[in-house]
């Protein structure tokens, strides 16, 4: 017996996009993105809206990476997508998360999440919906099988 | 230590998309969709090119769902991602999958997969994605909590 739920945005499982970008000084920040997907071969769409300092910081630094949360960082994940970078300037040190610079794109890699899709910004399309095209993955050993 | 991996289309979980629509004499064909995501505030994505069937099948019929394939139905989900429903007339038969109708758009919905999104096409937009949307989310008792 199915139920109907009416207009839900569900297709689970749904991972949890943590978005990052540089802004003009080279300060990380990030956000949470709970839609998007793989949009082309070796592309990624997010859905993040004009108003955010990260879609800012996209727009400047034309690159940004896509981290994957894991349930040991669900306080992290949630905390940068409770919070502004527009109105907390020390964002990524309250969430407790730490960067280093891809070594392919210029954009932050968040340590604490164990993976991470490197990206150059390709365009906003025309439903204002961000695109990059995805350069690197990077992956901590400690999600990696011995294959 | 990280490990980079080069450009590859790796977002994961990803949810296996199997993707359904009326041919215009009103029978049911489905695909296997890897790419796909929510799109939008009731919106959905999936890149499926034009070669398919189920392309041509939802350009005629303006509606499809995205069912999500469950562990229990592996070989169904692969098999109708292998083959084609232009080179196999009883695809839906020898997948072993049965439809019935959507209450709210005129595409099928597949019996055998435990939830499914029902749209209507807004549009394959400029970059030829397939944009859908929501209509419905329609999840069999069997998935659901009792809360």
Redesign the interface.
Known sequence: ???????????????V?IVAAYDKNGEACCMNA????????????V?ISQGHKTTKNILESKAFS?S?ADAKHIVEADYVGVVSGNSEPDKMKKAGLTTVKS??VNAP?INEFP?A?ECKLLKF???G?C?G?????????SV?GAD
């Open positions: 017996m199915r139920k109907n739920f009416g207009a839900k945005t569900w297709a689970y499982p749904m991972p996009f709970a839609w998007g997907g793989i949009y082309e071969e070796n592309q990624i769409m859905c896509v994957i070594e392919f890699v993976m899709i399309n025309e439903d919906i695109i095209e995805i350069v690197n993955v990077s992956a901590d050993e990696l």
